[in-house]
């Protein structure tokens, strides 16, 4: 099992920046994808971006956040960040971290392992 929380959402203004932070804890070895979803309220859960663990942290991003979002990770201490620039309204959402064993994938059933999610609401 691999354990995932996040932390770091809040209230921001349009325009603004915030960096989110997924801990994992558990066979962390077990999986090779980390990822980022979003959630709006009444919308599915979208991709926002993921980066490959195992490897030379390869990254992919959703078009809608390319150029603003940056996933990046910290391998000693099994964390991924999401650092979110020019932060809009639309980009409001519960923010989930995700993990897998399978390689980077756009659809949350590719995922094994789910955060508990962490709030983010920009304010235009």
């Known amino acids: 099992q691999v354990q995932l929380v996040e932390s770091g959402g809040g209230l921001v203004q349009a325009g603004d920046s915030l960096r989110l932070s997924c801990a994992a804890s558990?066979?962390?070895?077990?999986?090779?994808?980390r990822a980022w979803f979003r959630q709006a309220p009444g919308k599915e859960r979208e991709f926002v971006g993921a980066?490959?663990?195992?490897?030379?942290?390869?990254?992919y991003y959703a078009d809608s956040v390319k150029g603003r979002f940056t996933i990046s990770r910290d391998s000693t201490k099994n964390t991924v960040y999401l650092e979110m620039n020019s932060l809009k309204p639309e980009d409001t959402a519960v923010y989930f971290c995700?993990?897998?064993?399978?390689?980077?994938?756009?659809?949350?059933?590719?995922?094994?392992?789910w955060g508990q999610g962490t709030q983010v609401t920009v304010s235009s």
């Open positions: 995700a993990a897998g064993v399978r390689g980077i994938s756009t659809a949350p059933n590719g995922y094994d392992y």
């Open positions: 980066i490959s663990w195992r490897s030379v942290g390869s990254t």
């Open positions: 558990g066979r962390t070895y077990s999986s090779s994808t």
